[in-house]
C-alpha cells in the first residue's frame, strides 16, 4: 500500500501538483459563483459547506479527466512522451485505477449528501464518462483532431453548468438569464483557446504528433485562436461592465497585447511558443476577473 500511495505521490507531483490544481477549482468555483452572485446585486454571501464540496468537486472532475487522458494516450505517450509516470511505469494503471475509484465516489458522496444540484453533477460525470470511453467512438474521433475537440472541449460548459446551477438553486435565482448564460461560457472559451493554440507549432517542430498547425497551417491555426480569443473577451466585458469599469480596460489591454503577440507568430513561428503567451494572458484575465469580484465586495461593503 505504501509502495502505491508513494507511485501515486509521483504521478500527482509531475502531472497533476494537488496544492495548485485544488486552488484551480476553487477559483474557477469561485469566479463563476461571485460573477453571478455580483450581477445580480447580491453581496450578503452564505459561504459554507456547500461552496466547498462544489469547488472540491470541480478539482476532483478535472483530477479524473487528467487521469483518463492518460489512459486514452497511453500507447502514444509509450512512444512520445516515455519520461511521464504511466508510460515510464513509475505508476501503473491498477494505482490510478483504484485512486479514481475511491475520488470519484467520494465526490459523488459528498454531493449526495451536501448538494442541492445533484442531479447536474450526474450529468457532468456522465459527460466525463462518455469523453473516457470516446464517445463510443474511438475509431472515428481518435483519428480527427477537429472531432476530439468539438466532442470533448464542451466539458467545460458543462463544469460551469454545474456551478451555475447550485448558484442559482441556492440563492432561487432566474436560471435563463444573460448573466447566466454568459457565466456558461466565461471558461469555456480560454479553455478551447488553450487547447487549440498547445497544438500549434513552427513548421520545423513539427513530429508525429498530430497538431492543428500540421492539419491547417499554423497562421489559420492561429487565426482561428484570435478570432476566439476576442469573441471570449466581448464575454468578460458583459460581465464586468456593471462591476467596474476600469476593469474593461484592463481587459482590453491585455487582449490587444495577446493580439500583438498572435501577429508576431505569424511572422515568425520560431521566436516562441504561441501557448506560452495564451497561458500568459489568460492568467492575467482570470486575474483581473478575480480582482474585480474582490474590489467590489469590499467597496460595497
Known amino acids: 500500500m505504501f509502495a502505491a500511495l508513494k507511485r501515486l505521490n509521483i504521478y500527482q507531483k509531475e502531472m497533476y501538483p494537488i496544492i495548485s490544481r485544488l486552488l484551480l477549482g476553487y477559483l474557477v468555483f469561485g ?59 513509475r505508476v501503473t494503471k491498477k494505482d490510478l485505477g483504484i485512486f479514481i475509484t475511491i475520488l470519484i465516489t467520494v465526490t459523488l458522496v459528498l454531493n449526495f449528501i451536501y448538494m442541492n444540484n445533484f442531479l447536474f453533477c450526474v450529468l457532468l460525470y456522465t459527460y466525463g464518462s462518455f469523453m473516457a470511453v470516446w464517445f463510443f467512438q474511438k475509431h472515428k474521433i481518435a483519428k480527427s483532431l477537429p472531432l476530439a475537440l468539438v466532442t470533448h472541449n464542451p466539458v467545460q460548459i458543462f463544469i460551469n453548468l454545474y456551478i451555475v446551477s447550485f448558484t442559482v438553486i441556492k440563492y432561487q435565482l432566474p436560471f435563463f438569464d444573460l448573466t447566466n448564460m454568459l457565466a456558461l461560457l466565461t471558461l469555456y472559451f480560454p479553455a478551447l483557446i488553450w487547447e487549440v493554440s498547445r497544438k500549434i507549432k513552427a513548421p520545423e517542430e513539427e513530429t508525429e504528433y498530430v497538431t492543428y498547425s500540421k492539419l491547417f497551417g499554423y497562421k489559420k491555426a492561429v487565426n482561428f485562436v484570435f478570432i476566439v480569443t476576442w469573441i471570449d473577451i466581448f464575454t468578460n466585458f458583459a460581465l464586468v461592465w456593471n462591476l467596474n469599469k476600469w476593469s474593461v480596460l484592463a481587459l482590453l489591454l491585455n487582449v490587444l497585447w495577446c493580439s500583438w503577440k498572435f501577429v508576431e507568430f505569424k511572422k515568425n513561428p520560431t521566436k516562441y511558443k504561441i501557448v506560452t503567451k495564451v497561458e500568459m494572458y489568460t492568467y492575467i484575465q482570470e486575474s483581473l476577473m478575480i480582482l474585480t469580484i474582490i474590489l467590489y465586495i469590499i467597496m460595497h461593503r
Open 31 to 89: 469566479e463563476i459563483y461571485f460573477i453571478i452572485l455580483l450581477n445580480h446585486g447580491i453581496i450578503d454571501v452564505k459561504f459554507g459547506i456547500q461552496e466547498l464540496v462544489c469547488g472540491f468537486t470541480v478539482f476532483s472532475f478535472l483530477f479524473w479527466l487528467r487521469i483518463a487522458d492518460d489512459f486514452k494516450d497511453y500507447e502514444l505517450d509509450c512512444r512520445l512522451f516515455k519520461e511521464r509516470p504511466l508510460p515510464s511505469g
